[in-house]
C-alpha cells in the first residue's frame, strides 16, 4: 500500500466540502475562512494552489490538505490518507514500522551530549590522560546510546 500525493483532492474544492466558503480576490491564491479549531470567524488562510492552511489567530497550521484531515478529524497519516482516496491498495504488505525511541529533536541532543562526551575521551586518551573505570563504563554507556539512536533512525 502506498500514498499517492497527486490523488489529493483539489484544495479549494477539498476546503469547501468541509464547510468552509474561502474569500478573497479571484487572483489571489491565499483566502480566508473560518477557522474550526477555535471558533473564528475570519482567521484561518488557506492556500488554493498547495492546500496548506495556517489560523491567524490560534496558530493551528499544515502543509496540505491531508495535514487539515489529519488535524480535523484526530485521524492517524494512513486512515486521513484512505479517507482522501490518496492511499492506494497495491497488494504489497504494509512495511513495519519501528517507533523511535526518542523524538527527533531529543534524538539529537542527547547525540550531541554524547559525541561531546566521546570526543573529551578520545582527546584524554591522545594526551596520554588514562581512563578511570567510571569514565570507560560511561563511555560503553554514551556508544551504546548512540548506537541504539543511530540504528532507530535509519
Not at 480566508?32 to 473564528?40: A, L
Not at 478529524?73 to 492506494?88: C, E, N, P, Q, Y
Request: include cysteine.
Amino acid at each position: 500500500m502506498t500514498f499517492n500525493r497527486e490523488l489529493l483532492p483539489d484544495p479549494a474544492t477539498y476546503f469547501e466540502s468541509q464547510g468552509l466558503p474561502l474569500a478573497g480576490p479571484r487572483n489571489t491564491k491565499w483566502k480566508t475562512t473560518r477557522c474550526d479549531f477555535h471558533g473564528g470567524s475570519d482567521s484561518l488562510r488557506v492556500n488554493v494552489q498547495t492546500g496548506a492552511w495556517v489560523c491567524m489567530a490560534c496558530g493551528e497550521k499544515g502543509g496540505d490538505v491531508l495535514a487539515y484531515e489529519m488535524a480535523r478529524t484526530g485521524a492517524d497519516f494512513v486512515a486521513a490518507a484512505k479517507s482522501l482516496g490518496a492511499w492506494i491498495d497495491d497488494r504489497q504488505p504494509l512495511k513495519p514500522q519501528r517507533s523511535a525511541p526518542l523524538p527527533p529533536r531529543a534524538a539529537l541532543a542527547v547525540l550531541a551530549f554524547e559525541t561531546t562526551l566521546a570526543a573529551v575521551a578520545a582527546g584524554n586518551l591522545a594526551n596520554d590522560v588514562s581512563l578511570t573505570d567510571a569514565d570507560r563504563i560511561r563511555l560503553q554507556k554514551a556508544a551504546g546510546r548512540i548506537n541504539l539512536i543511530a540504528e532507530a533512525y535509519q
